[in-house]
């Protein structure tokens, strides 16, 4: 069994940073791809940021403001966010995407959700 948690969510004000974090434990292999999404008030989940084999993708909408990055060797992931705006008040989920033997399929682990509040 792989269990991800995430840590680091809260209330910030406008303009204020927050670093989330994803971590994985288990029987794990290998890590592929792992990323970050949100939902907001509205019903369909956005991704943020993700990355796979080296190299990584952001919404338009954090692009500059938002970095993601990985510990592969702690099967970590991580979301620095600065610049924070209303408009990134949602909660974020973060998946990692495991290998729990070499030659087996790849598995997607979700986070609990963690709520990111940003408001004056």
């Known amino acids: 069994q792989v269990q991800v948690v995430e840590s680091g969510g809260g209330l910030v004000q406008p303009g204020g940073s927050l670093r989330l974090s994803c971590a994985a434990s ?5 890590t592929n791809a792992m990323g ?3 939902q907001g008030p509205g019903p369909q989940r956005e991704l943020v940021a993700i990355t796979s084999a080296g190299s990584t993708n952001y919404a338009d909408s954090v692009k ?3 970095t993601i990055s990985r510990d592969n060797a702690n099967n970590t992931l991580h979301l ?3 610049s924070l705006k209303p408009e990134d008040t949602a909660v974020y989920y ?3 995407d495991v290998k729990i033997a070499k030659m087996g399929p790849t598995f997607r682990y979700w986070g609990q959700g963690i709520q990111v509040m940003v408001s004056s």
């Open 26 to 30: 288990g029987s794990i292999f290998a």
């Open 80 to 82: 620095q966010m600065n």
């Open 64 to 66: 500059g403001r938002f």
């Open 94 to 96: 973060c998946h990692i």
């Open 36 to 38: 970050w999404y949100r």
